[in-house]
């Protein structure tokens, strides 16, 4: 099956095995027009779907607050399952460190060092 | 000429004259070199070759350095401008910093970002709080002088109806009017210490300065109070050693302060001492008074010694049913204390008594 993919400004994005991949691109910081267009993508590539995915910040050039905030906002537990999170890099360390101390997410989080060992956990968040 | 390895054959290195030490050095950056192995056939020629490796390596560490001094100072000066507590500076993300040092600039941005909203939300939040106090004072200022009064008419209208009975020989029944009056003015008092309260918390009192002899005001204050101290059963003493008894301040706020402090000494001092005493003290260079109160009376206990200039606050609230009063008496005593440039402060032993020093600046309080 022919993979679909979605590059926005700032993210690369796309559906594999039932899990989002978000891979941030190191382009620019996320704003919040970045936010709602990456929302976009997923919800467009996941056609309505409650999925959980797998974040890589490990390039990411930061997001500003409002962007920090509309990824976490109540709502996007409709669309998100679980999030596993790489964080095997400074910059990652510094997002896991956030989001799990200052802006929680409103649906499970973990944080990874190993993409094995992420995507092993999520396929278990499959709903 | 070549040997059959290709390689030119040269001197041989153990021939070579070269300082030991310039060998072991040329040696050192040959290793560095990509061939190190043609130092053997040629010496010289590897050697030029290693420095010229090592000096681009030493150019390409100077632009490294140089590079991360600009990016930490980046940092330093995002850092350096948060510690001054401007949180909306931030660090530039470069592509061609360190990932370290982009991980920390993300982070101070995220932390500068987090600290200006904290910030922002909380100096609003004192604004509102502020506000919203400044209301309820001037509400209370308010609604104090609207029960003020009508309360007034009742105690005028109740000496009127006293005079009437008396003057038609009804004096028996004076009694239920006398209890009206005392429930009335107990009750004027209360209202105009919430009114006192409400009008400093909302700015509205003024302190009108002047020179004031000490002595006097002191003795007029224990004439004053000499009537109730003896109702008590107590003994009112005043020791005053003053060599500058001239200060500037408000009589009436002062007054207001003692006559305070002084009935509550009365007030929880059954048949003992109480001792009104001032004295000159020096503290940096500036000349105050200081004017205590001490007494045998209940005392107050050690935990309870923080609040007790708190407003509405007493020691317990069995102490406002025993001893009666609004637990006001004392947040408007500090509070008058701060207007006219002092402080009040007590210590006190359970069931030996408690001191009350109100120490005063001679010249007035220091404009704010």
Known sequence: MELREIVTRT?????????????????????????????????????????????????????DRDARLYYVRPEAADRVSALAMLIDSQVGRMFGSFYTNVHRPPFPLRLFNSEGDALVWLKEQVV | MTDSSGHRPGPDPAADPLDPRIA??????????????AYASDPRAAAETALAVVAAELAALRAYRERTERQMEELFNTITAFAALDYDRRALV????????????????????????TMKALVRAR???????????????????????????????????????????????????DRLQIASRHLLNLIQDVLDLARIEAGRVDVRLELVDLRTLLHELQTTLAPSVKDAGNVLHTRVELERPLIHTDPLRLQQILLNILGNANKFTVGGDITLSARDHDEHGRAFVDITVTDTGIGIPADKLESIFDAFT?????STRRFGGTGLGLAISRRLCDLLGGTIVVTSELRRGSTFRVRLPVDGPQPR
């Open chain 1, 11 to 63: 993210e690369r994005i796309w559906i594999a095995d039932g899990i989002v991949h978000c891979v941030v691109l190191p382009t620019a910081t996320h704003t919040l027009d970045d936010a709602h267009e990456n929302s976009r993508a997923v919800d467009e590539l996941a056609e309505g779907r409650k999925l959980p995915m797998l974040l890589d910040t490990r390039a990411s050039r930061g997001l």
């Open chain 2, 24 to 37: 072991a050095l040329l040696r050192a950056a040959v290793a560095l070199a990509p061939d190190a192995a």
């Open chain 2, 94 to 117: 470069h592509d061609d910093n360190d990932e370290l040092i982009n991980a920390m600039a993300i982070g101070l941005n995220m932390m500068g970002e987090e600290l200006s909203h």
């Open chain 2, 127 to 177: 604004d509102e709080a502020l506000a919203a106090s400044r209301a309820k004072s001037a509400f209370l200022a308010n609604i104090s002088h609207e029960l003020r009064t009508p309360l007034n008419a009742i105690i005028g209208y109740a000496e009127i109806i006293r005079e009437d009975l008396v003057d038609a020989g009804q004096e028996a029944l004076t009694i239920d009017v």
């Open chain 2, 314 to 318: 007493q020691v317990d609230d069995t």
